[in-house]
């Protein structure tokens, strides 16, 4: 019997578990998320320690979970902060390598179990890259347990010095279209397509982040391939971020057939209305982009990740990393195969189908923090 269940016997305290999340990609914050729904309905006393705006974003509040200000910063005011709301926290459960750093400082002196998930590869080279393993290495021995959204993340964990590192149950929350509801809402889709200026010509959408890493740039030249086609694609992408200037500078000068759009609130419906979803690199073990663009039976073409292929299989369009004439030579090829993108619209769908629910995630971490704070039964 759970003693974490929704119903905890008379007289019990609620396990009380607080989450710590730092800037908070969309994949960790939208987890934290689900999880904060998904445990407060099984009698979990959730709170959420984040950014201000992290909650005006993801509304961890109207979730079930206190919200509680706790800035991205590693200063002595931040982790203050946040030891004080661990001050009767029974399970500390950080999302990202800073946010368990942070935590690993607040919990000092205390045996309070902490939980550790990385949810992608952080990104760093020369000196920084040599401080990031220092601190995935700390992070790592500090914890009880770490959970990889991948593979490589619990092979690196490992690598790390942990003492228990296991594969991480990771759900994309919210309702997904099926070819149905596409079908439904045909005159959406065709609303969507208008608005982007995508009437009468193929739409190629993007979603994440305008920062280095995410290999928008490459995108850019990848799009320069596109140029001789007719009907000529629009590329479109959602996010925002630094390197917006720049990229638009390069639009501009080039006249490339790309549209930045900034951050939406409507990127599940834009994504279903686009002919091809395009992820050109990134870190998260488990892409938001990939999987909505599943979901919504939209083909993808992706670079070829260990992380990603792992998520998608043989699901998508796979291509190395870092080649743009690579990248830019599958998406028009794909544009001009009608029966290719039709099969990549039915392998995808039964790819997502595979992957863990929202209930199967919060099954999963109910089952660890009851691993970590059952008492140990009398020998």
Request: no cysteine; net charge positive; aromatic share 4%.
């Given at each position: 019997m759970s003693h974490v269940s929704s119903h905890p016997p008379h007289g019990q305290t609620p396990l009380h578990a607080?989450?710590?999340?730092?800037?908070?990609?969309?994949?960790?914050?939208?987890?934290?998320?689900s999880l904060a729904a998904g445990l407060t309905a099984r009698g979990v006393r959730v709170t959420v320690c984040a950014p201000d705006e992290a909650d005006r974003a993801y509304d961890f509040t109207g979730a079930g979970a206190r919200h509680v200000t706790v800035p991205r910063s590693g200063d002595p005011v931040s982790v203050a902060a946040l030891r004080t709301a661990c001050a009767d926290a029974g399970l500390v459960h950080a999302h990202g390598l800073h946010a368990a750093l942070r935590a690993t400082l607040a919990l000092t002196?205390?045996?309070?179990?902490?939980?550790?998930?990385?949810?992608d590869h952080a990104h760093a080279e020369g000196a920084r890259a040599r401080l990031v393993r220092l601190l995935e290495r700390r992070v790592a021995r500090a914890a009880t347990m770490v959970l990889g959204t991948s593979s490589d993340l619990v092979d690196r964990a490992r690598g790390s010095g942990a003492r228990d590192a296991r594969l991480a149950a990771i759900a994309l929350p919210g309702q997904r279209r099926t070819g149905a509801t596409a079908v439904e809402d045909e005159p959406l889709l065709h609303k969507s397509r208008a608005e982007l200026g995508a009437v009468g010509r193929p739409l190629v959408m993007a979603v994440g982040a305008l920062e280095p890493g995410r290999g928008h740039a490459l995108l850019l030249d990848a799009a320069r391939a596109w140029r001789h086609l007719d009907p000529l694609p629009l590329l479109v992408v959602a996010g925002e971020g630094p390197e917006r200037p720049a990229l638009l500078r390069r639009i501009e000068t080039e006249r490339l057939p790309v549209r930045l759009i900034g951050r939406r609130d409507d990127v599940s419906d834009l994504l279903a209305a686009a002919d091809i979803a395009v992820l050109p690199g990134g870190r998260e073990a488990r892409s938001v982009l990939a999987q909505e663009a599943l979901h919504a039976r939209v083909p993808l073409v992706a670079a070829a990740t260990s992380t990603l292929a792992e998520l998608v299989g043989d699901a998508?369009?796979?291509?190395?990393?870092g080649d743009a004439g690579a990248l830019g030579t599958a998406v028009a090829r794909l544009l001009a195969d009608p029966a290719r993108r039709a099969r990549l619209r039915d392998k995808g769908a039964a790819q997502a189908a595979t992957w863990p629910t929202e209930d199967d995630t919060v099954t999963q971490v109910l089952s660890v923090y009851d691993e970590l704070t059952l008492p140990l039964p009398f020998s």
């Open positions: 607080v989450h710590v999340l730092g800037g908070g990609s969309a994949g960790s914050s939208v987890h934290v998320r002196g205390r045996s309070v179990p902490l939980v550790v998930t990385w949810h998508a369009e796979l291509v190395p990393p």
